[in-house]
């Protein structure tokens, strides 16, 4: 049985790189082309550090996109994952219907949402704010729902049985619960976001993602080098911080 | 005359609310984190009221009459999104496994071990378009690019969720079959694999999940595939093709989630009890 699954998977990928069919296998290209890829590999290994000033308004853009996206995304978030979870809202229409429309927006890419966004409201950080916002619900949502699945629904059932409203009950004894996972989640999400929104400037979306988009297409890879460790820095350190936030929370 | 119940007494004492500074302060600086953001973001404000009815506009453009005449060659540009995909995966896996065996923990010589965590957590630090970005300079405007890069982009996950697995597992039977005289390959092959195996090929399939996602936003830079298909016609402005294509997207990613989910719960659960 794992031979013969491990079989399948050798022909489909040997079906997948041939011509025709395939992902465009071409050696000779390759080698033809390994000649400026070292080039740029040499450009990569020299960052343009003059190019440094030019980075920092659009650098600064891309974490506004981001801060914002998660903080409007948040906002959106929690009384939805109320909706979505089955302690919290125990009718099941509207929780298939709310989990259902929540799949289908996760489906979806964050970059190809800010494409077709930027198509409809133009350039700008606010089509890549709204493709951030659409990718946060997506997950925020999924992640603190099935926390709230997983909790102990004894504290539920006490104010059930005190005659509690369910809203009641949602604000005074899972909101509490709930609070440290979606602080949790939000802040993972901004770790995503960060990343997320450094790229989505070469859809149009604003941000450092434009700079990588121009300085490609004059092929300036020392410059697109400056900017690649910039990202680095900037991921790392956000990183680390909300890590270590994180770890303090749960 | 007997008192049946107690007076009821003048007030319930609440206890005051706990006060922990640390979180007030944290919740002043996110506020002002993100007040300032929005301060100074340079949008337009005024225009976010036509907003939803200008979605909605737009929304009713996709998807009341979605073009089924672009139906086939979106099907092929979603095979050649999965090619991608599945060459991305099989390759990073190739790469990935063995490096993590090398950093976990126990297997490698520390320096190595070291340094392949920082090469680990520094490629999932940059977005995978930044790869397809370099390395089309040499493969041109190929899915092989964006195989390619999915495939480093691969490592770096695959790589620390490879090692973080091979330190999970329970010590005995590494500890036996070094006992055995085993050497580290053997100790890996005996001890460690038949324990982390499952571990790995679910982690495996959800790479391939997240690489389906990720391949068709590789093909907006033009490395062909679904996504290249989707920005040539969002710019063409033919709505009723590009909700055709969104259609598409979800339904071959829900589709495949699905299925990978499905092989990833039985390969981490076994066959359900009946």
Same mark, same amino acid.
């Given at each position: 049985?794992?031979?013969?699954?491990? =079989? +399948?998977? &050798? *022909? @489909?990928? !040997?079906? $997948?790189?041939?011509? #025709?069919?395939?992902? %465009?296998?071409?050696?000779?290209?390759?080698?033809?082309?390994?000649?400026?890829?070292?080039?740029?590999?040499?450009?990569?290994?020299?960052?343009?550090?003059?190019?440094?000033?030019?980075?920092?308004?659009?650098?600064?853009?891309?974490?506004?996109?981001?801060?914002?996206?998660?903080?409007?995304?948040?906002?959106?978030?929690?009384?939805?994952?109320?909706?979505?979870?089955?302690?919290?809202?125990?009718?099941?229409?509207?929780?298939?219907?709310?989990?259902?429309?929540?799949?289908?927006?996760?489906?979806?890419?964050? =970059? +190809?949402? &800010? *494409? @077709?966004? !930027?198509? $409809?409201?133009?350039? #700008?950080?606010?089509? %890549?704010?709204?493709?951030?916002?659409?990718?946060?619900?997506?997950?925020?949502?999924?992640?603190?729902?099935?926390?709230?699945?997983?909790?102990?629904?004894?504290?539920?059932?006490?104010?059930?049985?005190?005659?509690?409203?369910?809203?009641?009950?949602?604000?005074?004894?899972?909101?509490?619960?709930?609070?440290?996972?979606?602080?949790?989640?939000?802040?993972?999400?901004?770790?995503?976001?960060?990343?997320?929104?450094?790229?989505?400037?070469?859809?149009?979306?604003?941000?450092?993602?434009?700079?990588?988009?121009?300085?490609?297409?004059?092929?300036?890879?020392?410059?697109?080098?400056?900017?690649?460790?910039?990202?680095?820095?900037?991921?790392?350190?956000?990183?680390?911080?909300?890590?270590?936030?994180?770890?303090?929370?749960? | 005359?007997?008192?049946?119940?107690?007076?009821?007494?003048?007030?319930?004492?609440?206890?005051?609310?706990?006060?922990?500074?640390?979180?007030?302060?944290?919740?002043?600086?996110?506020?002002?984190?993100?007040?300032?953001?929005?301060?100074?973001?340079?949008?337009?404000?005024?225009?976010?009221?036509?907003?939803?009815?200008?979605?909605?506009?737009?929304?009713?453009?996709?998807?009341?009459?979605?073009?089924?005449?672009?139906?086939?060659?979106?099907?092929?540009?979603?095979?050649?999104?999965?090619?991608?995909?599945?060459?991305?995966?099989?390759?990073?896996?190739?790469?990935?496994?063995?490096?993590?065996?090398?950093?976990?923990?126990?297997?490698?010589?520390?320096?190595?071990?070291?340094?392949?965590?920082?090469?680990?957590?520094?490629?999932?630090?940059?977005?995978?378009?930044?790869?397809?970005?370099?390395?089309?300079?040499?493969?041109?405007?190929?899915?092989?690019?964006?195989?390619?890069?999915?495939?480093?982009?691969?490592?770096?996950?695959?790589?620390?969720?490879?090692?973080?697995?091979?330190?999970?597992?329970?010590?005995?039977?590494?500890?036996?079959?070094?006992?055995?005289?085993?050497?580290?390959?053997?100790?890996?092959?005996?001890?460690?694999?038949?324990?982390?195996?499952?571990?790995?090929?679910?982690?495996?399939?959800?790479?391939?999940?997240?690489?389906?996602?990720?391949?068709?936003?590789?093909?907006?830079?033009?490395?062909?595939?679904?996504?290249?298909?989707?920005?040539?016609?969002?710019?063409?402005?033919?709505?009723?093709?590009?909700?055709?294509?969104?259609?598409?997207?979800?339904?071959?990613?829900?589709?495949?989630?699905?299925?990978?989910?499905?092989?990833?719960?039985?390969?981490?659960?076994?066959?359900?009890?009946?």
């Amino acid at each position: 049985m794992p031979w013969a699954a491990a =079989l +399948v998977i &050798a *022909a @489909v990928t !040997v079906v $997948m790189c041939l011509p #025709g069919v395939g992902v %465009g296998l071409d050696v000779a290209a390759i080698a033809r082309n390994w000649q400026q890829g070292a080039l740029r590999i040499v450009e990569l290994l020299t960052p343009d550090w003059t190019f440094f000033p030019r980075t920092v308004g659009p650098i600064l853009e891309t974490l506004q996109t981001a801060v914002i996206g998660t903080a409007v995304g948040a906002a959106i978030s929690l009384p939805v994952s109320f909706w979505a979870a089955r302690p919290t809202n125990p009718f099941t229409p509207t929780r298939a219907l709310v989990r259902g429309i929540l799949n289908v927006i996760r489906a979806v890419p964050e =970059l +190809v949402y &800010a *494409a @077709v966004l !930027v198509a $409809m409201v133009g350039v #700008g950080a606010l089509p %890549g704010i709204l493709a951030l916002v659409l990718f946060n619900v997506g997950i925020v949502v999924k992640l603190v729902s099935e926390s709230i699945d997983a909790t102990d629904a004894g504290p539920l059932e006490a104010g059930r049985a005190a005659g509690g409203t369910q809203a009641q009950i949602n604000r005074t004894i899972a909101l509490p619960d709930t609070w440290p996972t979606f602080v949790s989640q939000t802040l993972y999400v901004f770790e995503l976001n960060v990343r997320a929104s450094t790229v989505l400037g070469l859809v149009g979306a604003g941000g450092i993602g434009l700079l990588i988009d121009a300085v490609r297409t004059y092929y300036r890879y020392d410059q697109l080098s400056l900017v690649i460790l910039e990202i680095l820095v900037i991921v790392v350190v956000l990183d680390t911080v909300s890590d270590a936030i994180r770890r303090r929370l749960v | 005359m007997t008192l049946l119940a107690p007076a009821r007494p003048a007030a319930l004492a609440v206890p005051a609310r706990r006060r922990n500074p640390v979180r007030l302060i944290a919740g002043v600086i996110v506020t002002v984190i993100v007040l300032a953001a929005f301060w100074s973001a340079d949008i337009t404000w005024s225009r976010l009221g036509e907003l939803p009815a200008e979605i909605m506009r737009y929304l009713g453009l996709m998807f009341l009459s979605p073009n089924g005449a672009k139906l086939p060659e979106a099907l092929w540009q979603t095979w050649r999104s999965v090619e991608m995909a599945w060459i991305g995966t099989v390759l990073g896996i190739l790469i990935a496994t063995p490096l993590s065996l090398i950093a976990a923990r126990g297997f490698g010589p520390a320096p190595v071990r070291v340094a392949l965590r920082f090469v680990f957590s520094l490629v999932r630090a940059v977005p995978e378009l930044v790869f397809a970005i370099i390395i089309l300079s040499v493969t041109g405007l190929t899915p092989l690019t964006g195989a390619l890069a999915l495939a480093i982009g691969g490592v770096g996950t695959l790589g620390k969720w490879g090692y973080e697995a091979v330190e999970n597992v329970a010590p005995g039977p590494i500890e036996a079959a070094r006992a055995a005289g085993g050497s580290t390959t053997q100790v890996l092959r005996w001890g460690v694999w038949p324990q982390a195996a499952p571990t790995f090929f679910s982690f495996w399939l959800y790479r391939f999940e997240i690489n389906v996602r990720a391949s068709a936003v590789l093909g907006l830079i033009g490395v062909g595939g679904i996504g290249d298909m989707l920005t040539s016609y969002t710019q063409y402005r033919e709505w009723s093709t590009v909700g055709m294509l969104l259609i598409v997207v979800v339904v071959v990613t829900v589709a495949i989630d699905a299925v990978s989910g499905r092989i990833r719960r039985r390969i981490m659960e076994g066959p359900r009890v009946r």
